[in-house]
Structure formats: structure tokens, C-alpha cells
């Protein structure tokens, strides 16, 4: 059972264009959702993260948008540059006790110039 | 400047026999992970550590030891390893309610 599903595995856009990537849970007892970024050969790092309680995040070029209700959020990407090109886990945790952090499986972003 | 550092970085081992990959931090965590990647399984947890002498099971522990002898080092052992055990390991550190671990660049291990 998957509990943080990312509904693509791979996603690729032009240069310029604004990626969306999905991403749904199950748990509701999720309240903290980072989204980290991995590029090839090294280790994740963390991009932007929302709580629960707000609706919308934005860093720079990065937003998260969040539905409560729904059980979703998408991390979108404006105006992308090839530089983007990496793979994006969305993750979910309670809040409390950072061992409980689950990954989605990871979207593979592709922008092509 | 704060970090994880995991050794080595890539290592091949004979089926049954002992591996052992090590992670160190300088972020003063007092939370550590191992979780093996590999294609569309994204990340999953094998142990995780509170602190120095504790070691928690994961989602994944099966065939797989954990030791945290110090603040800074965890360690994952692999007793015997098995070919279905290739794959990229990280080693995450971590502390908080806000869960947001640092990453190492991965060791990339495999069983033949």
C-alpha cells in the first residue's frame, strides 16, 4: 500500500514552460509535506515544504499548492530551465518524529531546451 | 559547513559475504536513516537511529544490521549479502517536528 503516490514517474516540458508534478496521500494524520530534489548521482535535498495549514507555498519558481480535502498537492515549477532536470520526491511525515517521513516513488522531470 | 558523508561510494561484494557501509554527520542530529533507492520504489526506510547506542526497524530491515556507536556515525551491515540487496544507499540525518533530513550522495553497492 502506497501511502504518498506520485502519479507520474516521469514528466518532460520545454524550457520555459511550467512543470506540474502531483502527488496524493492517504494518511490523514500527514501534516508536514516536503518535496525534495535529486539529481543524478547524489542524494536528495530538500526544495520546499508546506504544512498542512496553508494552502499554498511558493519559493522563487517553486510553488506547492495543497488540498486538504482532496488529499493532494502539486509541486508547480515556473518558467523551467533545463537545470531543473531531476527527479522530485514528494514526501509526508506527522509532523512529529521525523522517522516517520514516507516518499513517493519519485517523478523523473525532463525540460528540454 | 554541516553534512553527511557516506563510504565508500561504491563497492562490490561477493554473495554471503559481509558488507559494512558508513555514514558520519556534522549536523549535531541526533536522528539517522539508512533507505535503499531503486527504480519505482523511490526511497524506503531500512533502520533509523534516536540517537548514540539506539536502533530502530524499519519498513525494510529484513537482512540488514544497524549500529550507532557514536552521535556522529551509523553504520548498515549487510551479514550476508544477497544479489536482491544492489541498489544505492543514503544515509539521511535529521531533527525535529519539521522532519527535513540532509542527504549523503549515496553508496552504490553491488551483490554478484
Known amino acids: 500500500q502506497q501511502q504518498v503516490r506520485q502519479s507520474s514517474q516521469s514528466l518532460t516540458v520545454w524550457e520555459g514552460e511550467t512543470a506540474i508534478l502531483n502527488c496524493s496521500y492517504e494518511n490523514s494524520a500527514f501534516d508536514y509535506f516536503p518535496w525534495y530534489q535529486q539529481f543524478p548521482g547524489e542524494g536528495p535535498a530538500l526544495l520546499i515544504a508546506?504544512?498542512?495549514?496553508?494552502d499554498k507555498k511558493e519559493d522563487g519558481r517553486f510553488t506547492i499548492f495543497f488540498n486538504k480535502r482532496e488529499k493532494n498537492l502539486s509541486l508547480h515549477i515556473k518558467d523551467s530551465q533545463p537545470g531543473d532536470s531531476a527527479t522530485y520526491f514528494c514526501?509526508?511525515?506527522?509532523?512529529?518524529?521525523?522517522?516517520?517521513?514516507?516518499f513517493g516513488s519519485g517523478t523523473r522531470l525532463l525540460v528540454s531546451p | 559547513e554541516a553534512a553527511v558523508t557516506q563510504s565508500p561510494r561504491n563497492k562490490v561484494a561477493v554473495t554471503g559475504g559481509k558488507v559494512t557501509l558508513s555514514c558520519n554527520q556534522t549536523?549535531?542530529?541526533?536522528?539517522m536513516y539508512w533507505y535503499r533507492q531503486d527504480t519505482g520504489h523511490g526511497l524506503r526506510l531500512i533502520h533509523y537511529s534516536y540517537g548514540a547506542g539506539s536502533t530502530e526497524k524499519g519498513d525494510i530491515p529484513d537482512g540488514y544490521k544497524a549500529s550507532r556507536p557514536s552521535q556522529e556515525n551509523f553504520s548498515l551491515i549487510l551479514e550476508l549479502a544477497t544479489p536482491s540487496q544492489t541498489s544505492v544507499y543514503f544515509c539521511a540525518s535529521g531533527e525535529g517536528s519539521n522532519s527535513d533530513y540532509t542527504f549523503g550522495s549515496g553508496t552504490r553497492l553491488l551483490v554478484i
Open positions: 514526501a509526508a511525515s506527522p509532523g512529529t518524529g521525523g522517522y516517520k517521513v514516507v
Open positions: 508546506i504544512r498542512s495549514v496553508s
Open positions: 549536523n549535531n542530529h541526533n536522528n
